[in-house]
Each structure stands twice: as C-alpha cells, then as structure tokens.
C-alpha cells in the first residue's frame, strides 16, 4: 500500500524506496529508489513501455497493488495527455470535480485566469480547442493547490506552436507555485527546457539522471543544452549522427 505520511517527509517531497510493481508476475518497476525535493521540477524519461505512467499512477495514489515504500504530499494532482473532461459539466465544475469540500466558483474562476481561460467558464467542454482543455486539466490540478504536482505527456497531444505555449504556462505556474513537479515526456527538449533534473527510466528503476543546470530562460542552441540532449538520447538508446559542420 502507498502512504501518505504528509508532514514526515520534509525535506523530501516524494521519497520512494524498493518500489515493485508488477503486472502478471512481470515486475514493470522493480526496486526502484527515488527522491524529489520541495520544489523541484523532474522530468522523467525512458522508452515506451518502460513504466514511467505506472511509477506516476503510483505516485498519484491510483495504484496501490506495490510493495515497497511511497512517501508522497497529501496535497498532490495530476494531469493527463487527455484533459480527462466531463463533457457534461461546465468548464468551472470541471474544475472543481472530485474535491471533496467543492470551495465554490470563485476559487475555479482563479485558477482559469491563471491558465489564461477566465472568459471560458461557462463553455461546454467540447466547445474548447485541444490546448484550452489541456489548460482546463491544469486548473483542476492547480485547486489542489499541490505540493506535488504529477504530469503525464500533458504537452503529448498538442499541436507544436500550442505545446510552446503549454509548456510555458506550465514554466510560470511552477514558479508561481514553488510545487515539486514531475514530468513523463518522450521529448528530451522538453525535459532539458523545463526540468531541473532529468531521469531516464529502464529495466524497472531510475537507471540514469542528471542535474539540468543551465540558466533560464534556456536555448537549444547552446552548446551544453546540446551535450546534455546527446547525452540523454544516448541513455535512451538513440545515437545522433554525426553532422557536417557548417564552415
Ligand atoms: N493495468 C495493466 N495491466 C497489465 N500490464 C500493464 C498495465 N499497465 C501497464 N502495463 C504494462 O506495464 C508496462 C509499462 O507500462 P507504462 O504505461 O507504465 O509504460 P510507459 O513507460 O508509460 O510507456 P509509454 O511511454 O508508451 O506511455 C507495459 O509493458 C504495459 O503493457
């Protein structure tokens, strides 16, 4: 069973010890050791399959078949590739689903200024594009005002120009915020222009990670977000080629 021992963590924010999960005696994750401190935001990297949405299932509180320790914030929130709307409910309720103490629409309104969707309130679900819906799914997760906040490929399903944005918005609300953020991404560009930290994921446990430690806002272009990007894709099992210089 997972733990919430809210209060005992500090000054970690997740601490995650011999983590084992397994599907039909298949271990996915297995022993897998992992620390994520107040504040800090991780990408999480791997090749498909690797477990990486099973780890942050876990981690969410959506699994609890594990062995092992799960020290997670009680105040933590999730976020999907797909924003998980009920079409049904207005944007605002959609906000607010599944809070216990719904604290009213004011608070839902805030949180939609914040991801830039104040004047969609009222709108139905599917009258909001894919962008404005994944920023719908961040107000969800900005209620809870988490101290953990979990993102599965939330940029996954946007189209580039609006994934630029997303991933901006979710640059400022971290900083608003001052949560620990961990991020599943398959783009290693997304992770060295976010993460403070990035992990690969293989044969069940964090089998590499590295500090991201270059200034913000931050350039492709530069060489050491190169090196870094080399570095991480050959951890993935991508060599670059080698490319001509430009003389
Ligand atoms: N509920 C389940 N029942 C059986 N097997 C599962 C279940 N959930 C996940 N798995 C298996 O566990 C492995 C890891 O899946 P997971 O979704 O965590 O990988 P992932 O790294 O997130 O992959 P991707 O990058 O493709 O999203 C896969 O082999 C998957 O088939």
Redesign the pocket.
């Known amino acids: 069973m997972a733990t919430d021992l809210h209060g005992q963590l500090s000054p970690a924010a997740v601490r995650v010890e011999a983590l084992t999960r397994a ?2 005696g298949r271990p ?1 994750i297995d022993k897998l050791d992992l620390t994520l401190r107040p504040g800090e935001f991780t990408a999480l990297l ?1 090749r ?7 780890l942050l299932r876990v981690l969410a509180g959506l699994d609890r078949e594990i062995e092992g320790t799960v020290l997670v914030p009680k105040k933590r929130a999730v976020a999907f590739q797909s924003p998980r709307l009920m079409p049904w409910k207005r944007v605002w309720r959609n906000v607010l689903l599944g809070l216990p103490d719904s604290p009213g629409r004011a608070v839902a309104e805030t949180a939609l200024e914040e991801v830039g969707l104040g004047d969609r309130s009222d709108a139905w679900p599917k009258t909001l594009s894919g962008g404005e819906a994944q920023r719908a799914s961040l107000a969800r997760a900005l209620v809870r005002e988490p101290d953990l906040l979990l993102l599965d490929e939330p940029f996954g399903a946007l189209d580039a120009l609006t994934r630029i944005k997303a991933q901006q918005l979710v640059a400022e609300l971290w900083q608003r915020r001052g949560c620990a953020v961990l991020l ?1 991404t ?1 783009d290693v560009e997304e992770a060295l222009l976010l993460a403070d930290r990035a992990l690969v994921m293989r044969d069940g446990v964090i089998a590499y990670e590295t500090p991201v430690d270059l200034p913000r806002p931050r350039d492709v272009g530069d060489p050491p977000f190169t090196a870094l990007r080399t570095r991480l894709l050959s951890e993935l099992g991508v060599d670059v080629p080698m490319t001509a210089k430009a003389v």
């Open positions: 599907f039909n996915v791997g498909s399959g690797c477990g990486k949405s099973t599943v398959h």
